[in-house]
Protein backbone atom coordinates (compact mmCIF):
# COMPACT_ATOMS: atom_id res chain seq x y z
CA UNK A 1 0.00 0.00 0.00
CA UNK A 2 1.11 3.50 -0.92
CA UNK A 3 3.28 5.16 2.01
CA UNK A 4 3.34 9.18 3.09
CA UNK A 5 2.94 10.92 0.99
CA UNK A 6 4.13 14.72 1.28
CA UNK A 7 3.53 17.68 -0.59
CA UNK A 8 5.73 19.80 -1.91
CA UNK A 9 9.02 18.03 -1.53
CA UNK A 10 11.32 21.20 -2.09
CA UNK A 11 10.45 25.00 -2.14
CA UNK A 12 11.60 28.51 -1.10
CA UNK A 13 9.84 30.80 0.85
CA UNK A 14 11.02 34.61 1.70
CA UNK A 15 10.94 35.93 5.09
CA UNK A 16 7.62 37.17 5.89
CA UNK A 17 5.52 34.84 3.78
CA UNK A 18 3.35 32.03 4.64
CA UNK A 19 3.77 28.56 3.69
CA UNK A 20 1.31 25.18 3.50
CA UNK A 21 2.59 21.81 3.36
CA UNK A 22 0.19 18.65 2.39
CA UNK A 23 0.37 15.36 4.11
CA UNK A 24 -1.40 12.23 2.89
CA UNK A 25 -1.07 9.63 5.82
CA UNK A 26 -1.22 5.94 4.75
CA UNK A 27 -4.67 4.33 4.05
CA UNK A 28 -6.59 3.42 7.42
CA UNK A 29 -3.87 5.69 9.45
CA UNK A 30 -5.97 8.32 11.58
CA UNK A 31 -2.71 9.76 13.16
CA UNK A 32 -0.63 12.47 12.00
CA UNK A 33 2.33 14.09 13.56
CA UNK A 34 4.34 16.85 12.59
CA UNK A 35 8.15 17.10 13.22
CA UNK A 36 10.84 20.09 12.06
CA UNK A 37 14.23 18.07 11.28
CA UNK A 38 17.32 20.66 12.01
CA UNK A 39 20.98 19.41 12.02
CA UNK A 40 21.20 21.80 15.20
CA UNK A 41 17.87 20.15 17.05
CA UNK A 42 17.30 16.87 15.31
CA UNK A 43 13.39 15.25 15.25
CA UNK A 44 11.61 18.08 17.15
CA UNK A 45 7.52 17.59 17.66
CA UNK A 46 5.14 19.99 16.17
CA UNK A 47 1.88 18.44 16.92
CA UNK A 48 -0.66 15.23 16.42
CA UNK A 49 -3.35 15.41 15.40
CA UNK A 50 -6.13 12.21 15.03
CA UNK A 51 -9.57 11.99 14.15
CA UNK A 52 -9.05 15.76 13.19
CA UNK A 53 -8.61 16.75 16.86
CA UNK A 54 -5.14 18.08 17.88
CA UNK A 55 -4.19 15.67 20.44
CA UNK A 56 -0.79 16.73 21.52
CA UNK A 57 1.12 20.06 21.16
CA UNK A 58 5.14 20.72 20.31
CA UNK A 59 6.83 23.56 22.02
CA UNK A 60 6.89 25.71 19.15
CA UNK A 61 5.48 29.74 18.35
CA UNK A 62 1.89 30.17 17.14
CA UNK A 63 3.29 30.73 13.87
CA UNK A 64 2.85 26.95 13.42
CA UNK A 65 -0.78 25.35 12.99
CA UNK A 66 -2.16 22.42 11.56
CA UNK A 67 -5.37 20.71 11.06
CA UNK A 68 -6.98 17.61 9.50
CA UNK A 69 -9.52 16.54 7.00
CA UNK A 70 -11.89 13.95 7.60
CA UNK A 71 -9.69 12.09 5.13
CA UNK A 72 -7.11 11.94 7.69
CA UNK A 73 -5.38 14.33 5.50
CA UNK A 74 -3.05 16.73 7.17
CA UNK A 75 -2.12 20.34 6.75
CA UNK A 76 0.62 22.49 8.41
CA UNK A 77 1.03 26.17 8.13
CA UNK A 78 3.82 29.21 9.09
CA UNK A 79 3.45 32.13 9.19
CA UNK A 80 5.30 34.97 8.82
CA UNK A 81 8.70 32.82 7.86
CA UNK A 82 11.78 33.84 9.46
CA UNK A 83 15.43 32.00 8.32
CA UNK A 84 15.30 30.06 11.56
CA UNK A 85 12.22 28.19 9.64
CA UNK A 86 14.27 26.18 6.99
CA UNK A 87 14.40 22.82 7.42
CA UNK A 88 12.95 19.52 6.89
CA UNK A 89 9.36 18.80 7.80
CA UNK A 90 8.73 15.56 8.31
CA UNK A 91 5.14 13.92 8.95
CA UNK A 92 4.71 11.17 10.21
CA UNK A 93 1.10 8.82 10.46
CA UNK A 94 0.19 5.75 12.79
CA UNK A 95 -2.87 3.86 13.34
CA UNK A 96 -3.73 4.97 16.42
CA UNK A 97 -2.51 7.62 18.19
CA UNK A 98 1.22 8.49 19.29
CA UNK A 99 2.02 7.32 23.02
CA UNK A 100 -0.26 4.13 22.63
CA UNK A 101 2.55 1.98 21.41
CA UNK A 102 2.28 2.42 17.38
CA UNK A 103 4.91 2.56 15.18
CA UNK A 104 4.80 5.72 13.06
CA UNK A 105 6.05 5.46 9.61
CA UNK A 106 7.41 8.72 8.19
CA UNK A 107 7.01 10.57 5.40
CA UNK A 108 10.33 12.02 2.69
CA UNK A 109 9.51 15.38 3.76
CA UNK A 110 9.51 18.96 2.86
CA UNK A 111 12.28 20.44 2.00
CA UNK A 112 11.84 24.50 3.18
CA UNK A 113 14.16 26.64 2.70
CA UNK A 114 13.48 30.72 3.96
CA UNK A 115 15.62 32.89 2.06
CA UNK B 1 9.25 17.23 30.01
CA UNK B 2 11.01 14.32 29.18
CA UNK B 3 13.74 14.36 27.26
CA UNK B 4 15.92 11.45 25.58
CA UNK B 5 19.83 11.70 25.29
CA UNK B 6 21.84 9.91 23.28
CA UNK B 7 25.43 9.37 22.66
CA UNK B 8 27.50 9.14 21.07
CA UNK B 9 26.93 12.16 18.19
CA UNK B 10 29.27 11.01 15.68
CA UNK B 11 30.50 7.51 15.32
CA UNK B 12 33.24 6.94 12.75
CA UNK B 13 33.99 2.88 12.14
CA UNK B 14 36.09 1.17 10.09
CA UNK B 15 34.02 -1.29 7.98
CA UNK B 16 33.91 -4.82 9.77
CA UNK B 17 34.04 -3.13 13.53
CA UNK B 18 31.35 -3.12 15.42
CA UNK B 19 29.33 -0.10 16.60
CA UNK B 20 26.99 1.02 19.62
CA UNK B 21 25.08 3.87 20.38
CA UNK B 22 23.17 4.72 24.01
CA UNK B 23 19.74 6.16 24.80
CA UNK B 24 19.07 7.88 28.29
CA UNK B 25 15.45 8.77 29.21
CA UNK B 26 15.06 11.47 32.41
CA UNK B 27 11.83 9.32 32.78
CA UNK B 28 10.62 5.94 32.93
CA UNK B 29 9.33 4.77 28.96
CA UNK B 30 6.44 2.58 27.92
CA UNK B 31 8.10 1.71 25.30
CA UNK B 32 11.14 2.45 22.80
CA UNK B 33 11.44 2.58 19.26
CA UNK B 34 14.65 2.71 17.12
CA UNK B 35 14.80 4.54 13.75
CA UNK B 36 17.27 4.65 11.16
CA UNK B 37 17.30 7.67 8.56
CA UNK B 38 19.91 6.83 5.83
CA UNK B 39 21.67 10.79 3.81
CA UNK B 40 18.93 12.42 2.32
CA UNK B 41 16.07 10.44 3.33
CA UNK B 42 14.03 9.90 5.95
CA UNK B 43 13.41 8.29 9.09
CA UNK B 44 12.45 4.44 8.90
CA UNK B 45 11.14 2.60 12.15
CA UNK B 46 13.59 -0.57 12.97
CA UNK B 47 12.06 -1.77 16.20
CA UNK B 48 10.20 -1.27 19.00
CA UNK B 49 10.88 -2.42 22.66
CA UNK B 50 8.35 -2.73 25.37
CA UNK B 51 9.70 -5.40 27.69
CA UNK B 52 12.07 -4.54 31.14
CA UNK B 53 15.12 -5.98 29.86
CA UNK B 54 13.77 -7.14 26.10
CA UNK B 55 16.62 -8.35 24.05
CA UNK B 56 15.62 -8.38 20.17
CA UNK B 57 18.21 -9.33 17.02
CA UNK B 58 17.37 -7.73 13.71
CA UNK B 59 20.83 -9.83 11.95
CA UNK B 60 23.48 -7.77 12.88
CA UNK B 61 21.54 -5.23 14.85
CA UNK B 62 20.56 -6.08 18.41
CA UNK B 63 18.72 -3.60 20.62
CA UNK B 64 18.11 -4.01 24.52
CA UNK B 65 15.67 -2.41 26.83
CA UNK B 66 17.10 -1.46 30.03
CA UNK B 67 15.70 -3.57 33.64
CA UNK B 68 14.61 -0.10 34.64
CA UNK B 69 12.81 1.01 31.25
CA UNK B 70 15.17 4.15 30.78
CA UNK B 71 17.70 3.49 28.80
CA UNK B 72 18.59 1.31 25.57
CA UNK B 73 21.47 0.69 23.22
CA UNK B 74 21.76 -0.27 19.84
CA UNK B 75 24.27 -2.74 18.81
CA UNK B 76 25.60 -3.33 15.26
CA UNK B 77 27.81 -6.38 14.75
CA UNK B 78 30.73 -6.44 11.87
CA UNK B 79 29.26 -2.97 9.91
CA UNK B 80 29.47 -2.71 6.37
CA UNK B 81 28.80 0.23 4.09
CA UNK B 82 24.97 -0.27 4.24
CA UNK B 83 24.34 0.72 7.88
CA UNK B 84 25.80 4.16 7.00
CA UNK B 85 23.30 6.72 8.32
CA UNK B 86 21.88 8.26 11.40
CA UNK B 87 20.56 6.06 14.15
CA UNK B 88 17.56 7.54 16.78
CA UNK B 89 16.33 6.16 19.50
CA UNK B 90 12.72 7.63 20.16
CA UNK B 91 10.75 7.11 23.29
CA UNK B 92 6.84 6.92 24.57
CA UNK B 93 6.18 7.57 28.52
CA UNK B 94 2.19 6.84 28.43
CA UNK B 95 0.04 8.96 26.15
CA UNK B 96 2.57 11.34 25.48
CA UNK B 97 4.33 12.29 21.76
CA UNK B 98 7.31 10.31 21.01
CA UNK B 99 10.58 12.21 22.07
CA UNK B 100 13.68 11.66 19.93
CA UNK B 101 16.96 11.77 20.51
CA UNK B 102 19.32 13.59 18.57
CA UNK B 103 20.99 10.73 16.72
CA UNK B 104 23.65 8.51 16.28
CA UNK B 105 25.95 9.30 13.07
CA UNK B 106 27.61 6.32 11.96
CA UNK B 107 30.05 6.97 8.95
CA UNK B 108 31.82 3.01 7.90
CA UNK B 109 35.25 3.40 6.29
CA UNK B 110 35.49 0.93 3.36
Known amino acids: KAGVTQTPRYLIKTRGQQVTLSCSPISGHRSVSWYQQTPGQGLQFLFEYFSETQRNKGNFPGRFSGRQFSNSRSEMNVSTLELGDSALYLC??????????????FGEGSWLTVV | GQQVMQIPQYQHVQEGEDFTTYCNSS?????IQWYKQRPGGHPVFLIQLVKSGEVKKQKRLTFQFGEAKKNSSLHITATQTTDVGTYFCAGAGGNTPLVFGKGTRLSVIA
Open chain 2, 27 to 31: TTLSN
Open chain 1, 92 to 105: ASSLGGQGSGNTIY
